[in-house]
Every structure is written in structure tokens, then in C-alpha cells.
């Protein structure tokens, strides 16, 4: 217990960023942004991509035009039928993730191996995966329920695995009772330290106004209480295997009352599962959950119509959530918010990575970057997780460190391991024999396809001065100009809207 | 793996590595000089605003020892000693209140009249959510959440002056508070050292030309535009300050916190003696959210208080010959309950002190309505609110930020004056 104390004391202190703690939800409705020149904006499939991948590659580009917008979903949608093996192999160097919790507890400096296997895990996953939608869905829940993994990692990595990786295209019901059982959760937000004498508000707070019913969900401050009275006893025992235990001496066995319904006296740990019943199948769950899915899928200030039919769709199916994802997905809404969401900093930098095909040598080279850039998964202290909106993200030095964090990444256009990554610019473009082409094959691996107008025209001056887009590729151009490109395409405003 | 040690190591190789391929900006002649427009004689004073995330302990920061039993019966494992009982008691400042001894660097501060105390006092919304009271208090209007634009932003907006300085409101960190939001886009900044676009050598400064096309900065039409127009103009304006060589005045010594506290602060001070039309900076100080094992007199909340205390009284000192023209103050979303819980720590609360410091602060007293602990009249068991921080900033705002507009900034509020300010 003793070793997470700072986990749980530096929950709304920041290593990473000291800064700024912004809501995730409910922020300025007025706040819109004017889009300017957005090149794919035409094209539905890319739009469609840029949403349910980390950046759209050319070969998922070709299969998706290949089966069409909703084959494809459906395919993605059914990740345990793709096949992933190139992922699998990779993930080999990070067995910690595939460990029980016992195991992990048993290992030589957990802690620090947990964090790095984390992050590299996320990153690694998001950048190489076939199963985009899934990790991308994944990405939403860990951010749902967020748990810091700097020093509570080692349960972070089996609550990652056994809650949220396992239910995440499941039923949200299992994604509540998977996270409300497991060490990291009840450590994270002080459960472990209730009992019936000192019941601990943190989690039940949190569950209600974070994970289930919404800030707005209709509960008062009495529901908090008695919903952390019914949580009594829930906490974590080496013993078992999972780690959750149920303590009766510390269970509040009297009646309570919870949003109306009464939890009759003399129960055990039935009071705790009958009181996450309420709360998971509410009806402000049902709105609040679809709310945020829309948010994150679609726009930031999503049409009420869309998370009213979401709603419904999840209500009909009792929490399930690959039924509300797919109607959310093909929905007309969705079509409509074409570049409406900017890139979160990993985002950008995951498509990043991805369109220049960086691999990183050295765990630290990749960390120092994630860190200028404000979002190091799975470090964001507060329990509401990274924010998911564009007014949050939208900063001078955020934006700063994007540029420097595209220049970073591609200005030597090929490097070996003496840099801590590789990169091979010059293996991605094909043979163009023009500037325009030059520039239409980066675009390609940046934006999915090429881009237009004058964007198109600042990037062919930037490789001829003041040629024009026929100027022939030379060998100055490869030598010396091909990485600022890729950088400057990462660089642009439109890059950091999808 | 790669141990931990090497990290270090490796990463200052990976500088030298960089230092051959790449660049810092060189600030490119071709870019129009700064002109920017700041009011002749500055109308106002430098706002500071300090906010204490996850609603800081404002019964051990600010201890209400008079309570006696109230306060003592209530916290029979984490209360602040009475005054004159020896290692780890408070420190006294008016015989009712007395201050966590790991405040004591603010001690001769608010002695010499530097420092009022404001006691009883936050955002009179019921929410003991983190994420509502935040934003209620950042907005300026406590249970309504509708507005989008924070007061400080609105402040902004509504001053009869202009300032065109990309440095006229500055949040400390890649991310900027809810308060800041607005019209008037604030700068984000981390560190003035580092605030340098880079870029292979021989290209950059083509690649800036492009960039500065691409977000058409000479008349920028979208959020993201006028980000990129501040992030040229900063940088072309931080290339005369030396972050660096940067040396307090009067011995101030900042704390080098892990929370980039200190630093931050330095840098505020750095930027208005620098005179480069700051007229707002925010700055937050996190790890307030003590659900258990917070400690005494020692302890994890008193490590984190000294961090408070050393920071703002280097601010002071290294800002003496200025701080007749600078306003500081603090404020915490909410705070904590009276009683502790089962894991020696508190829950979420209500009332709350804030600080206020500077040249027109009238220094050397708590002011409060104090309500007491008495358990009759607690809020829903905690500390009740007698004072409405907005009547501690419209003070501010009015007598020494000069702006009358307080209608806009915190609309339909009444102010009640509080006398805790000298008018400018």
C-alpha cells in the first residue's frame, strides 16, 4: 500500500506537466472552430479513416475503398478475425503485458518496467496494429478510466488487460464491475482505505460522476455518500487471485438509499453489485457514455440528435457498445463533421510516426517527445483522463512543440539507431519525378491522398524556391529537402485537424 | 532494457547528436518586426493568479487553533498544533488564526503588511466535484457552466486599453486554465528557455517562411492561426531575454520543485521586469487532493505547502522594487472537510482561504466572517463560505487592474466591498 501513496497524493499534482487540470466535458458550446483548407475534405473513406485509425496508411486506404465504408467497419468492428500477427511478434519484447497479477508483483523493479511497457505497449499498438478501431476504442476507455501508471503500474498493466482490453467492445457492465474490481481502481481512488466506521468518498464520487451517471446525472450529494456506505469492504487482498476482496468487517451492513432505491440491511458484498446495477443501468449513463463516444468519434460539440438516436440504440441494447459504435459510425452526423476534431498530441504523434514509418531504438528518445508534447499515456494524473477537446489542447506551446516534434522526427530524412530511431524517408515516396509529385507521394503517407490548392503550392515552393510543380525531382531535393517536407506536412495547420 | 541511469547520459548525447542536423530559429529578417501596441503608461497591475488544484487543505494551510475542540476533536491525527507548543506549531497571526509552519518564509511578509489572508471564503456553488468547482470558480460564475469564457478572459476583453504584446496574458504551462479563455488569446508558455522553433540546418529558415504561409500569420483567420502568429511573435521576442543567466534580486531563492513551480514563477518575474506588456500570468500549483496519509506539521501536504510558501516569497522578494505594481493572488476549487477520514487524510470540502499579496493588498490581517466549526453550522460538514471569492477579485479588478467592468466579468453579481485593497 505503501508505495502508491504518491500515486494517489500527486493524483492533481502533475510530473508531466504542471499544469493546467481542464474538464473533458461540457466546455464551451460557443467555442467553434473555423476550418480552413482542409484537403481531404471531400473524400468520405478518408474522412471515415482519419476517425477510426491513427492515421490512414495507403494499404487501408486501398482495402477500405476496396470493401466499402461499412464492410470495413464491420471488419474492424470483429478485431479477434483480423489477423494481427506482425503485432503479436512485436509485442514479444513486452511480456510484462501478458502477465498475471501475482507474476508482475513478483518482478524486480515492477514498477519502472510496468510504465515502460505501458507506454511503449499504447504506442506500439496504436503505430502497428491491424485492429485500428479496436485499439483506437481501447483508447477511449483507458481515458474513461483513467489510472496514472507511474507508481501503480504493475496493476495497471491487469487492470488494462482483464477490464478494459477484454470488455472494450463488450458490455459496458463488465467494463464498470472489471474496473471496480481491480487493485489498480481501488488503490487509485482510496477505496481500499474505506470502511463502514470512515466510509471514502474518492471512487464512489468518481464512479458516479466520471465513469457512469455524469456530473449532470441527476445524483446528490447523500447518493455519494450512500453509494460509498454500499462500497464498504470492497478493497484489495494480496490472498486472491485478482487481488479484489471483499471484507466484510469493514461493510456498512445498514439499510441504504440510493437514487430512490432502497438497498435493504444485513447484505455483504451484494450491496456494492446491486448499487453499480443502478448506476450502470441508468438512464443517465446511457446519455452520458454516448455523449462522450460522440465527442470523441465524431465532433466536439456533438448534434443532440445523433447522441439522442446513441442513446436509444444503447439503451435497446442494454450497454452493449460495438452496436452504438457502429450506428454512431455510419451516421449521418458522422459523415457530416468532416475535420471537426483536432488531433489530441498523441495522435499527432502516433500519425506521425506511422507516415514517416519511425521506429524508435531507445524507450527515453521517444519519452522526451511525448513529454514535450504534453501526453504521455497513461501519466495524466486527475482521474477524468486526457481531455478530448479541441479548447484544451489548443495552445501556443502545444503548437510549438508539435512543429519541433515534426522536425525532430524527419529533418535528418534517413537515421540510424546512434539517434535512438530510425527513419527511411526515402523508401515511401516511390520514384516522383517532379516536385508536384514529390509532394503528392508524401502527402499520400500524410494524408491518405494528395492534397490541393494553395497548400499543395506553399510545399512544391518549398523544394524549388520559385519553380514551378513540373520542376524535376534532383538529387539535392532527396538529399537535403525531403525531410523538412514530411515535417512541414506534419507541421501544417491541416495536418492537425482530422 | 537500458537502466535508469544511463538516461541522463544518453539524452545529453542525443543533444550533441541533434546539434549537427539541427537548429534553433535565427529569427529571419524577413518577418515584420514586432509592433505591437501596449498602453503607454500601464493602467493597472500585473494580475497574478495562483490556482491550488484538487482543493488544498485550507484548515491546515490557515489554522483556526481558536476553534479549539471543534478543530482539534475533528482531526485527532493531522491538526496543526496550537501556537508557542513547540516543533510543528503554527505559527501565530492574529491569535484566533495561525499559519502552517511550512508557510513560515510568508510569515514576515504578511507581518510587514505585504499579505492579507482571506479566510471562509470560494465559490458558493454546493459541487464538491473537482471538475465542476473548477470550472464554476475559472468561469466566474459558480453553478452555471454555460458561458465558455473564464474571467480573466472577460477582464481582457472589457479593458478600455489595448495591448497587443503576445505576452499580455500568459498561462505557465502547455496548457492553459479554464479562466484564461476568451477572446484575447492567451500565450502558453513552459519554458522561456526552450521556446525556439527548430529545424534542420540550411533549411529552417525556408521552412519558417513555409510554416508562416501555411498558417497565414499575416492575417490569421482561424484559433489555430493566431496560435501560430503568437508563436512567431514570442519567439522573435524571448530572443532578447536570457532566460539562462537569469539572477533574483534582493536574494530571492526559488524553490526547484517537480512541480515547476518555482521555475514557473521565475519566469513571471523574469517577463515583468522585462517589460513586455504582461498584464496577466497564471500559474497552478497541483497535489492538493489529500484523501490520505496527508501529515502534520511534516509529511506529504507540508512538503507540498513549502513549495507554496518558498515559491510566492521569492516571487515577493525578487520582485520587491516592483510589487507596487503587481497584484497576487491565490485560490483552490474547494476545501476540505472539517472532520478526517478513516486514512488520516480529508474529503472534499467547501470554504477555503485564499491569499493576496502585493502593493495595494491591506496586509497583515485574516479578514473574515468566520463562521466557525461548530458542527451546527457547517455546510454539509464542512467549512461554510461567508465570502464570495468574487468579491475578493472584483476588489482587485476594480482598485488596482483599473477596469470598472464588472458587470461583464462576473455578470449579475453584487459586490459587496471588503476593504482589502488600497485603490491604485
Keep these: 500500500m505503501q508505495t502508491s501513496r504518491r500515486a494517489f497524493l500527486k493524483r492533481f499534482g502533475s510530473g508531466l506537466t504542471a499544469s493546467a487540470l481542464i474538464p473533458s466535458l461540457g466546455l464551451p458550446p460557443r467555442m467553434t472552430f473555423a476550418l480552413s483548407d482542409i484537403p481531404a475534405v471531400t473524400d468520405p473513406t478518408i474522412h471515415f479513416l482519419n476517425r477510426i485509425t491513427y492515421g490512414p496508411l495507403p494499404e487501408e486506404v486501398d482495402r477500405a475503398r476496396q470493401l466499402g465504408i461499412e464492410a470495413y467497419l464491420d471488419e474492424q468492428l470483429h478485431p479477434e478475425q483480423i489477423d494481427d500477427l506482425d503485432m503479436d511478434r512485436r509485442l514479444i519484447e513486452l511480456p510484462i503485458l501478458k502477465m498475471d497479477r501475482r507474476t508482475v508483483h ?393 | 532494457m537500458k537502466p535508469l541511469l544511463n538516461r541522463r547520459s544518453f539524452l545529453k548525447g542525443m543533444t550533441g547528436a541533434a546539434a549537427v542536423g539541427i537548429s534553433k530559429s535565427i529569427f529571419p529578417a524577413w518577418m515584420p518586426r514586432l509592433a505591437f501596441r501596449q498602453p503607454d503608461q500601464n493602467p493597472g497591475d500585473v494580475l497574478v493568479a495562483v490556482f491550488l488544484r484538487g482543493g488544498i487543505d485550507g484548515l491546515s494551510a490557515i489554522v483556526p487553533f481558536g476553534e479549539g475542540a471543534h478543530y482539534y476533536d475533528a482531526r485527532p491525527t493531522i491538526a496543526v498544533a496550537e501556537p508557542g507548543t513547540g516543533v510543528g506549531a503554527a505559527l501565530d497571526l492574529n491569535g484566533y488564526f495561525g499559519m502552517h509552519p511550512s508557510l513560515a518564509p510568508l510569515v514576515d511578509i504578511y507581518q510587514s503588511g505585504g499579505l492579507a489572508v482571506v479566510h471562509a471564503t470560494g465559490s458558493t456553488d454546493p459541487s464538491r466535484s473537482h471538475f465542476d468547482a473548477m470550472q464554476f470558480m475559472e468561469y466566474g460564475t459558480p453553478g452555471d457552466k454555460t458561458g465558455g469564457t473564464g474571467w480573466i478572459g472577460r477582464h481582457l476583453q472589457s479593458t478600455a486599453w489595448q495591448n497587443d504584446s503576445p505576452f499580455r496574458a500568459v498561462g505557465m504551462g502547455a496548457m492553459l486554465p479554464s479562466s484564461l479563455r476568451g477572446p484575447v488569446a492567451p500565450l502558453a508558455l513552459r519554458s522561456i528557455a526552450d521556446f525556439h522553433l527548430k529545424g534542420r540546418e540550411g533549411e529552417l529558415r525556408r521552412a519558417e517562411q513555409i510554416l508562416a504561409q501555411l498558417y497565414a500569420i499575416d492575417a490569421p483567420s482561424t484559433p489555430l492561426d493566431t496560435q501560430a502568429k503568437l508563436v512567431f511573435d514570442t519567439v522573435d521576442m524571448l530572443k532578447t531575454l536570457d532566460s539562462t543567466a537569469y539572477q533574483p534580486a534582493n536574494g530571492a531563492a526559488y524553490p526547484t520543485d517537480e512541480y515547476g513551480f518555482g521555475l514557473g514563477l521565475q519566469q513571471i518575474a523574469q517577463l515583468i521586469k522585462a517589460g513586455v506588456g504582461l498584464e496577466v500570468a497564471c500559474i497552478d500549483l497541483g497535489g492538493w487532493d489529500t484523501h490520505e496519509n496527508q501529515g502534520t506539521h511534516d509529511g506529504y501536504f507540508a512538503d507540498l505547502l513549502s513549495v507554496l510558501g518558498k515559491g510566492l516569497a521569492a516571487f515577493y522578494t525578487d520582485l520587491q522594487d516592483h510589487m507596487k505594481g503587481i497584484s497576487i493572488v491565490t485560490m483552490s476549487e474547494f476545501g476540505r472537510r472539517v472532520v478526517e477520514n478513516a486514512s488520516q ?80
Design chain 1, 106 to 498: 513478483r518482478l524486480d523493479g515492477r514498477e519502472y518496467r510496468a510504465y515502460i511497457a505501458l507506454t511503449t505497449g499504447m504506442v506500439m499498438r496504436a503505430v502497428y496494429s491491424k485492429r485500428q478501431l479496436f485499439e483506437r476504442v481501447v483508447e477511449f476507455w483507458t481515458d474513461h478510466f483513467n489510472v496514472p501508471s507511474a507508481e501503480l503500474g504493475p496493476d495497471v498493466v491487469v487492470m488494462q488487460r482483464e477490464a478494459i482490453r477484454r470488455h472494450a467492445l463488450g458490455n459496458f457492465r463488465d467494463l464498470i464491475f472489471g474496473t471496480a474490481q481491480s487493485p489498480a481502481m481501488l488503490y487509485y481512488l482510496d477505496q481500499t482505505f474505506s470502511d463502514k466506521e470512515h466510509p471514502n468518498e474518492n471512487y464512489a464520487r468518481e464512479l458516479m460522476e466520471l465513469h457512469t451517471l455524469g456530473v449532470d446525472g441527476g445524483y446528490t450529494e447523500t447518493d455519494v455518500k450512500e453509494m460509498a456506505r454500499a462500497l464498504t469492504g470492497w478493497t484489495v487482498h494480496d490472498g486472491t487471485r485478482t487481488g479484489f476482496y471483499f471484507d466484510p468487517t469493514r461493510h456498512d451492513t445498514e439499510e441504504k438509499t440510493l437514487l430512490g432505491h432502497s438497498l435493504p440491511s444485513g447484505r455483504g458484498i451484494e450491496d456494492g453489485l446491486h448499487a453499480l446495477s443502478l448506476v450502470v443501468t441508468h438512464p443517465a449513463t446511457a446519455r452520458f457514455i454516448c455523449h462522450k463516444l460522440c465527442i470523441r468519434f465524431v465532433s466536439d460539440q456533438p448534434p443532440a440528435s445523433l447522441v439522442e438516436s446513441a442513446t436509444a440504440v444503447w439503451m435497446q441494447n442494454d450497454g452493449a457498445v460495438l452496436p452504438v459504435l457502429r450506428h454512431i459510425l455510419l451516421s449521418s452526423e458522422f459523415a457530416a463533421s468532416v475535420g471537426q476534431k483536432l488531433r489530441r498530441p498523441l495522435d499527432f504523434f502516433i500519425g506521425a510516426l506511422r507516415s514517416t514509418g519511425t521506429e524508435f531504438r531507445e524507450f527515453w528518445v521517444m519519452e522526451a517527445l511525448l513529454q514535450d508534447l504534453a501526453q504521455v499515456p497513461y501519466s495524466w494524473n486527475p482521474p477524468n483522463g486526457y481531455p478530448d477537446q479541441a479548447s484544451a489542447w489548443m495552445s501556443s506551446a502545444g503548437l510549438l512543440a508539435r512543429w519541433n516534434t515534426a522536425m525532430e522526427l524527419t529533418h535528418r530524412a534517413h537515421s540510424e539507431s546512434d539517434t535512438g530511431m530510425s527513419t527511411h524517408l526515402i523508401e515511401l515516396i516511390g520514384t516522383p519525378q517532379t516536385a508536384g509529385e514529390l509532394v503528392d507521394s508524401a502527402a499520400r503517407r500524410v494524408f491518405g491522398v494528395p492534397i490541393l490548392g494553395d497548400a499543395r503550392a506553399h510545399f512544391v515552393t518549398y523544394l524549388t524556391g520559385d519553380g514551378s510543380a513540373e520542376s524535376p525531382v534532383t538529387p539535392h531535393m532527396l538529399a537535403n529537402k525531403l525531410g523538412t517536407l514530411f515535417g512541414l506536412m506534419l507541421a501544417s495547420p491541416q495536418y492537425q485537424w482530422r
Design chain 2, 345 to 424: 487524510g480529508t474529503d472534499h470540502g467547501h470554504g477555503n482561504f485564499m491569499f493576496l499579496m502585493g502593493g495595494g493588498t491591506q496586509g497583515s490581517q485574516v479578514y473574515t466572517r468566520w463562521p466557525t466549526l461548530a458542527p451546527e453550522v457547517l455546510n454539509d460538514g464542512d467549512l461554510a463560505i461567508t465570502t464570495d471569492y468574487r468579491d475578493v477579485l472584483v476588489e482587485i479588478i476594480m482598485h488596482r487592474l483599473k477596469n470598472p467592468s464588472i458587470d461583464q466579468i462576473f455578470p449579475g453579481f453584487s459586490h459587496t466591498p471588503l476593504g482589502l485593497v488600497v485603490p491604485r
